[in-house]
């Protein structure tokens, strides 16, 4: 029962380490200036009051003091899955020694048969030893 619990959490992980390897996404930065005013994973950055004001004015002043900054984390795009029969020689007899001397490597416990399991002790009216004062030294 340990080794299901076992192989199942070991399964649990690889496959979050797989997709969290191959997600891509993108990190979205708006800045005003000097001044950091979003960030956004996954979504767009909200602009700030000062450049709805300045796309306004952008004829006049045709300058613009606020920018946005996009970082994105590529992900894992190729995955390798190999077979045993892509091995080569050395490594194949490598890999099936390895694994019988482990599935080996561990013995069970022998059950052990309790055979009073299912009876209930029996009601005791009255304690034999200390009414006739019998007792064992």
């Given at each position: 029962m340990f080794k299901k619990i076992i192989h199942k959490g070991f399964s649990v992980v690889m496959a979050i380490l797989v997709l969290f390897s191959t997600v891509s996404f993108t990190i979205e930065k708006h800045f005003c200036g000097d001044v950091l005013i979003d960030v956004a994973v996954f979504t767009e950055a909200q602009k700030c009051v000062m450049e709805a004001f300045e796309m306004e004015q952008a004829a006049i002043t045709k300058m613009n003091c606020c920018k946005d900054d996009l970082e994105l984390l590529k992900g894992q795009d190729v995955l390798k899955s190999q077979s045993y029969e892509d091995l080569h020689f050395d490594q194949s007899v490598?890999?099936?020694t390895f694994v019988y001397t482990y599935i080996n490597l561990f013995e069970g416990l022998p059950e052990q048969i309790i055979p009073h399991k299912d009876y209930s002790p029996p009601n005791l009216v009255a304690d034999i030893?200390?009414?006739?004062?019998v007792f064992i030294i």
């Open positions: 490598f890999l099936s030893q200390v009414l006739d004062q």
